[in-house]
C-alpha cells in the first residue's frame, strides 16, 4: 500500500512543510512495506506460520484452561445480603476481580475463553479517509485520537486508513504528528500500546490548517482524499467528524457542498455532528434544514456518546432477548423509573459554553432523553436502524406535554453553592471562573415525564442530572410494584432492576428473601451482574460509534425526528426559565445530591442512593 501524502505535489506546501519530504518518504517506504503482511478478514491478525494447525488441534494445557474458566464463569452472577436495609446502593456480591485485557487477536491463547470467542469482532469498513475539524480540541485529544488508535491497533481499520486533522491552527504535518501521538501517551484511555505502534499510527496523520469560512480548507481537504483514492484503489470513502462549536455546523457542511465533498459517485461519505444539536426547537429544526440543503439524513450522524456504552445497548439485550423481563416492563408491575446522570465535576474551564447552554440543554435534552427513550420504547420489529429509531421516536411523541403552565408541577432547576467535595472545598457555581456573579444559570435538574399509551399510563419517569454531586454515576433504574398482598411481617421493599451506565457498567436485581435461621425474617439481596464476567476490559463508547459511523450503521445514532421531539418535550421547561430569576440560586451545596425541592418532586416515593 502506498502511503496518499507520499505523492503530494512538493509545489502546494510551504518551506516548512517541503523540509518534511524525508519524513514522509520514510513514513511512506514504513507504510508501503505493512502491504506484505496480509490480514485475516475475522481477526485483522497476521498469520504465523502453522497457526492454522495449531488452532485445529488444541494442547491439552488450553482444554484445561478453558475447563477451568467456563466452571469459574458459571459462577457468576451471584447472589448476596444487602448490607444495610436502608441502603439502597446495588452492593457487589464478593470482592472485585482486578479486570483483565482482552487479548488482541494475536494472542496465541484466543478463543479459549468461550465469552470471548463471541466478542471476536469481524466488523471491518472499507478502505477510508476520516476527515477531523476540531483535531486539536479537547474531544479530538481525550476521546477521538484513543479511540481511533485502539480501533486500529486492533485491526479494525484496516491498513488503507488515514486521517486528516482540520483546525482553524497553523500547522504541519510533523507538528501535528507530534501533538497527537503526545496526545496517545498521555491519554487515560491508551494504556495498552503495543511496542512500535505508535509509530506506525503516526504515519497515518496529516494536517490541513485554514479558514473553514473559505474555500481553499476545502479544496486540500480534496487533494487529500484524491491521494487517498490513489493509495486506495480507487475508493474515496470519507467520514468528516464535526469537532467544533455548533455555530461552526453549518459553515463547515456548506464548505464542503461547495466542493462536492458530499457527493457520493464513487463512494460513501458521511458526516459526524456532536451535540448539542441547536440550542432551541427552532434553532435546531434550521440547523436540520441547512444540513439537509447539503447532506441526505442517511449520511448524517448526530452522535450521543452515552448510546455507545456497553449497558445502554445492553438494557435492549435484556429487554428483548429474555423472556421473563419483558412481560413485567408495563404499567401493571412496574412503580416508577429513575434515571439519573451525576457528575461530581464543576465547569473545568467550560464557562463559556456552559453559560449558554446550562444543565437542560448540555444533559437533559439530549443524553437523558436518549436513556429515557431506550428504556419506555416498544419492541421494534427488527434490529436495526430505523425500526429502532421509528420506536424510540413513538415513545418521545407520546411524552405529555409540559406548557410553561405545569413547568412548576413537574420540574425542579438547582444551581450548587460552595461545599466540599472529597474533603476539599470548592467553589460555588458563580464563583467559577469566567461565570458572572449573579448567573441565574442551572446546574441541575430534575423532571418528571409521563408517558400517555397504553403500555406506561400512570407509571411517572424521574430523570435527574447535575454538577458538583457527591459522586459521578449514571444509572437507569426500574422500580416494581410491591406485591398485593404483605403476608410477611415487617414489609417488603421494592424490587429495583437497575441498569449502571457509569462507572462499573453492569446490572443489579434487587429482590427479597429469606435470611438463615428458625424465624421467617427477610432482607433484601442483590443479584449483581458486572463485565468482569467476560474477562474483558470495556471499549471507548467512541470507538464504538465511530466504526458504526463508518460501517454505514446508524442504530446508534439519533434520526432528525428524534432530535426535534426530544426538543419540543424540554421547550416548555426552557421558555418557563430562560430569563426569569430562579429562587434561592444557589440552592444546593455542592457535594450533596441536590435541591430539597426534588425530593419533592418524586415524592411519594424516593431517590435511590447511589
Given at each position: 500500500m502506498?502511503?496518499?501524502?507520499?505523492k503530494?505535489?512538493?509545489?502546494?506546501?510551504?518551506?516548512?512543510?517541503?523540509?518534511?519530504t524525508?519524513?514522509?518518504?520514510?513514513?511512506?517506504?514504513?507504510?508501503?512495506k505493512?502491504?506484505t503482511?496480509?490480514?485475516?478478514?475475522?481477526?485483522?491478525?497476521?498469520?504465523k506460520?502453522?497457526?492454522?494447525?495449531?488452532?485445529?488441534?488444541?494442547t491439552?494445557?488450553?482444554?484445561?484452561?478453558?475447563?477451568e474458566?467456563?466452571?469459574?464463569l458459571?459462577n457468576?452472577?451471584?447472589?448476596?445480603p444487602?448490607?444495610e436495609?436502608?441502603s439502597?446502593?446495588?452492593?457487589?456480591?464478593?470482592?472485585?476481580?482486578?479486570?483483565?485485557?482482552v487479548?488482541?487477536?494475536?494472542d496465541?491463547n484466543e478463543?479459549?475463553?468461550?465469552?470471548?470467542?463471541?466478542?471476536?469482532?469481524?466488523?471491518?469498513?472499507?478502505?477510508?479517509?476520516?476527515?477531523?475539524?476540531?483535531?486539536?480540541?479537547?474531544?479530538?485529544?481525550?476521546k477521538?485520537?484513543p479511540?481511533?488508535f485502539?480501533?486500529?491497533?486492533?485491526?479494525?481499520?484496516?491498513?488503507?486508513?488515514?486521517?486528516?486533522g482540520?483546525?482553524?491552527?497553523?500547522?504541519?504535518d510533523?507538528?501535528?504528528?507530534?501533538?497527537?501521538?503526545?496526545?496517545?501517551q498521555?491519554?487515560?484511555?491508551t494504556?495498552?500500546?503495543k511496542?512500535?505502534?505508535?509509530?506506525?499510527?503516526?504515519?497515518?496523520?496529516?494536517?490541513?490548517?485554514g479558514?473553514?469560512?473559505g474555500?481553499?480548507?476545502?479544496?486540500?481537504?480534496?487533494?487529500?482524499?484524491?491521494?487517498?483514492?490513489?493509495?486506495?484503489?480507487?475508493?474515496?470513502?470519507?467520514?468528516?467528524?464535526?469537532?467544533?462549536?455548533?455555530?461552526?455546523?453549518?459553515?463547515?457542511?456548506?464548505g464542503?457542498?461547495?466542493l462536492?465533498?458530499?457527493?457520493?459517485?464513487e463512494?460513501?461519505?458521511?458526516?459526524?455532528?456532536?451535540k448539542p444539536?441547536?440550542?432551541?426547537?427552532q434553532?435546531?429544526?434550521?440547523?436540520n434544514?441547512?444540513?439537509?440543503r447539503?447532506?441526505?439524513?442517511?449520511q448524517?450522524?448526530?452522535?450521543?456518546?452515552?448510546?455507545?456504552?456497553?449497558?445502554?445497548?445492553?438494557l435492549?439485550?435484556?429487554?428483548f432477548?429474555?423472556?421473563i423481563?419483558?412481560?413485567?416492563?408495563?404499567?401493571?408491575?412496574?412503580?416508577?423509573?429513575?434515571?439519573?446522570?451525576a457528575?461530581?465535576?464543576?465547569?473545568?474551564?467550560?464557562?463559556?459554553?456552559?453559560?449558554?447552554?446550562?444543565v437542560?440543554?448540555d444533559?437533559?435534552?439530549?443524553?437523558?432523553?436518549?436513556?429515557f427513550a431506550?428504556?419506555?420504547?416498544?419492541?421494534?420489529a427488527?434490529?436495526?436502524?430505523d425500526?429502532?429509531?421509528?420506536?424510540?421516536?413513538?415513545?418521545?411523541?407520546?411524552?405529555?406535554?409540559?406548557?410553561?403552565?405545569?413547568?412548576?408541577?413537574?420540574a425542579?432547576?438547582g444551581?450548587y453553592?460552595?461545599g466540599?467535595?472529597?474533603?476539599?472545598?470548592v467553589?460555588?457555581?458563580?464563583?467559577?471562573?469566567?461565570v458572572?456573579?449573579?448567573?441565574?444559570?442551572?446546574?441541575?435538574?430534575?423532571?418528571?415525564?409521563?408517558?400517555?399509551?397504553?403500555?406506561?399510563?400512570g407509571?411517572p419517569?424521574?430523570?435527574?442530572t447535575?454538577?458538583?454531586?457527591p459522586?459521578?454515576?449514571?444509572?437507569?433504574?426500574?422500580?416494581?410494584?410491591?406485591?398485593?398482598l404483605?403476608i410477611?411481617?415487617?414489609?417488603l421493599e421494592?424490587?429495583?432492576?437497575?441498569?449502571?451506565?457509569?462507572?462499573?457498567?453492569?446490572?443489579?436485581?434487587?429482590f427479597?428473601?429469606?435470611?438463615?435461621?428458625?424465624?421467617?425474617?427477610?432482607?433484601?439481596?442483590?443479584m449483581?451482574?458486572?463485565?468482569?464476567?467476560?474477562?474483558?476490559?470495556l471499549?471507548?463508547?467512541y470507538?464504538r460509534?465511530?466504526?458504526?459511523?463508518?460501517?454505514g450503521?446508524?442504530?446508534?445514532f439519533?434520526?432528525?425526528?428524534?432530535?426535534?421531539?426530544?426538543?419540543?418535550?424540554?421547550?416548555?421547561?426552557?421558555?418557563?426559565?430562560?430569563?426569569?430569576?430562579?429562587?434561592?440560586?444557589?440552592?444546593?451545596?455542592?457535594g450533596?445530591?441536590?435541591?430539597?425541592?426534588?425530593?419533592?418532586?418524586?415524592?411519594?416515593?424516593?431517590?435511590?442512593?447511589?
Open positions: 502506498t502511503s496518499p501524502r507520499a503530494k505535489p512538493a509545489t502546494r506546501k510551504s518551506a516548512a512543510s517541503r523540509a518534511e524525508p519524513a514522509k518518504a520514510a513514513a511512506h517506504k514504513t507504510t508501503g505493512k502491504t503482511t496480509k490480514k485475516t478478514a475475522a481477526t485483522g491478525a497476521s498469520p506460520k502453522g497457526a492454522a494447525s495449531q488452532a485445529a488441534k488444541p491439552t494445557r488450553s482444554i484445561r484452561e478453558a475447563v474458566q467456563q466452571e469459574a458459571q457468576v452472577p451471584t447472589a448476596q444487602a448490607p436495609a436502608t439502597h446502593h446495588p452492593q457487589p456480591t464478593a470482592p472485585r476481580k482486578s479486570r483483565q485485557r487479548p488482541h487477536s494475536t496465541s478463543g479459549v475463553n468461550p465469552f470471548r470467542a463471541v466478542m471476536r469482532r469481524n466488523r471491518a469498513p472499507e478502505p477510508a479517509t476520516m476527515v477531523i475539524f476540531g483535531a486539536t480540541g479537547d474531544l479530538a485529544t481525550r477521538l485520537l479511540a481511533i485502539g480501533l486500529w491497533q486492533d485491526g479494525l481499520l484496516g491498513s488503507a486508513f488515514n486521517i486528516v482540520v483546525g482553524r491552527q497553523e500547522m504541519t510533523e507538528q501535528f504528528k507530534d501533538f497527537a501521538i503526545k496526545a496517545l498521555t491519554s487515560k484511555e494504556d495498552d500500546i511496542p512500535g505502534s505508535l509509530e506506525k499510527f503516526r504515519d497515518l496523520l496529516y494536517y490541513e490548517g479558514d473553514f469560512a474555500d481553499d480548507i476545502y479544496q486540500q481537504v480534496q487533494t487529500e482524499l484524491d491521494r487517498a483514492e490513489e493509495a486506495h484503489g480507487g475508493r474515496k470513502n470519507a467520514l468528516f467528524y464535526l469537532s467544533v462549536p455548533p455555530s461552526l455546523f453549518e459553515t463547515i457542511s456548506n464542503l457542498g461547495r462536492g465533498l458530499n457527493r457520493q459517485d463512494g460513501w461519505r458521511r458526516m459526524v455532528i456532536e444539536f441547536g440550542r432551541t426547537l434553532s435546531a429544526r434550521e440547523l434544514d441547512a444540513i439537509h447539503v447532506w441526505d439524513e442517511s448524517v450522524y448526530r452522535i450521543d456518546h452515552y448510546l455507545g456504552k456497553e449497558t445502554v445497548q445492553n435492549m439485550a435484556i429487554r432477548g429474555n423472556v423481563f419483558e412481560p413485567l416492563w408495563n404499567r401493571s408491575y412496574v412503580s416508577h423509573v429513575q434515571i439519573t446522570a457528575e461530581d465535576l464543576g465547569l473545568e474551564g467550560r464557562a463559556g459554553y456552559y453559560e449558554e447552554a446550562g437542560v440543554r444533559m437533559l435534552q439530549n443524553h437523558l432523553m436518549q436513556l431506550l428504556t419506555a420504547m416498544e419492541a421494534p427488527a434490529f436495526d436502524a425500526a429502532i429509531r421509528d420506536e424510540k421516536v413513538k415513545v418521545l411523541r407520546a411524552v405529555k406535554a409540559i406548557p410553561k403552565s405545569r413547568v412548576k408541577e413537574v425542579v432547576r444551581q453553592a460552595a466540599t467535595m472529597d474533603g476539599e472545598n467553589p460555588g457555581y458563580r464563583e467559577e471562573p469566567g458572572k456573579g449573579g448567573s441565574t444559570t442551572p446546574t441541575y435538574v430534575a423532571v418528571k415525564l409521563e408517558i400517555d399509551n397504553w403500555r406506561w399510563q407509571v419517569f424521574y430523570l435527574r447535575g454538577k458538583r454531586l459522586k459521578k454515576v449514571t444509572e437507569i433504574a426500574v422500580v416494581f410494584k410491591r406485591p398485593p404483605g410477611f411481617p415487617g414489609g421494592r424490587n429495583v432492576l437497575a441498569f449502571r451506565i457509569q462507572p462499573d457498567e453492569g446490572v443489579s436485581l434487587k427479597s428473601s429469606k435470611t438463615p435461621g428458625q424465624e421467617m425474617v427477610l432482607r433484601e439481596v442483590v449483581d451482574f458486572r463485565y468482569d464476567a467476560f474477562g474483558a476490559q471499549e471507548s463508547p470507538s460509534l465511530l466504526l458504526d459511523a463508518m460501517l450503521d446508524a442504530t446508534l439519533p434520526r432528525e425526528d428524534e432530535v426535534d421531539h426530544a426538543w419540543q418535550i424540554v421547550s416548555g421547561i426552557l421558555e418557563a426559565w430562560d430569563g426569569k430569576a430562579a429562587p434561592q440560586f444557589p440552592n444546593y451545596v455542592a450533596t445530591w441536590g435541591p430539597d425541592a426534588a425530593d419533592e418532586l418524586i415524592a411519594p416515593f424516593r431517590w435511590r442512593r447511589l
